[in-house]
């Protein structure tokens, strides 16, 4: 009697497209998939999607929509806010394609669920600044923390200007001197340390969510506690 052999059907790709990563510059694009490989190891996602930097975020949107129309279901799309969108309590809802459409003039396409575009709230230096040990590895003993904005929920309403001064003024008696997107910003964004971002900041949880990490019974910034279950 001769078994048959079971096909095993292959699981569609998860592609992840995201802006940052330089337009031609294949070393911060390497850099750019590195970080985030390493973020969602540390958050516990087993099915880590394929990060596909796009340079500017109008490259990254016109790529999410062009993958989209081909499968709707394992695509999405990870941009800077720019300027602030709304920071929900946790069990809110989240409208991103709103903040898009007003900043932007983006269109939700045709098949996209709000749940596949995630923002960095209000730029990926908020989600560094929410991590002072990551930025210390990054800058040494000198960076002064007091130029730092407070690592808290209050992060995610503070604006782009806002962050930017203080992530300058923390580093400028360090040896770097000043921050530097190109240079630092995947190098820390490696040492982040993902458990911060989702005890922190509501879009950053929601992201880490998404891409499968798993439930934080306890202090999600994105979710509403557990009920407690009755004896």
């Known amino acids: 009697m001769t078994k048959k052999k079971q096909a095993t059907e ?14 031609h510059n294949s070393s911060l694009r390497s850099e750019c998939r590195r970080a985030f490989s390493l973020m969602f190891q540390k958050a516990g996602i087993t099915e880590k999607p394929a990060v596909r930097p796009m340079g500017g975020s109008q490259q990254a949107y016109e790529a999410f929509c062009n993958e989209l129309a081909i499968d709707e279901n394992h695509t999405w799309l990870l941009v800077d806010a720019e300027e602030l969108a709304p920071a929900p309590k946790p069990g809110d809802s989240a409208d991103p394609w ?9 269109d939700k396409p045709s098949g996209a669920t709000d749940q596949q575009l995630q923002l960095m709230n209000v730029t990926m230096e908020t989600w560094l600044l929410c991590d002072r040990d990551a930025l210390r590895k990054s800058f040494g003993p000198k960076i002064n923390e007091s130029k730092l904005l407070l690592s808290d929920s209050s992060l995610e309403a503070k604006s782009k200007e806002d962050v930017n001064k203080a992530l300058a003024a923390a580093v400028k008696d360090t040896p770097a001197e000043e921050y530097s997107k190109g240079s630092h910003s995947f190098k820390i964004l490696a040492d982040v340390d993902p458990m911060k971002l989702r005890l922190t900041l509501f879009w950053a949880d929601r992201f880490l969510l998404e891409m499968g990490a798993p439930i934080i019974k306890e202090g999600s910034a994105s979710r ?3 009920p407690v279950a009755s004896a």
């Open 224 to 226: 509403k506690p557990e």
């Open 10 to 23: 292959k699981k569609p790709e998860r592609i992840l497209y995201v802006e940052g990563g330089g337009d």
């Open 98 to 106: 709103a903040h898009v459409k007003d900043r932007d003039q983006w």
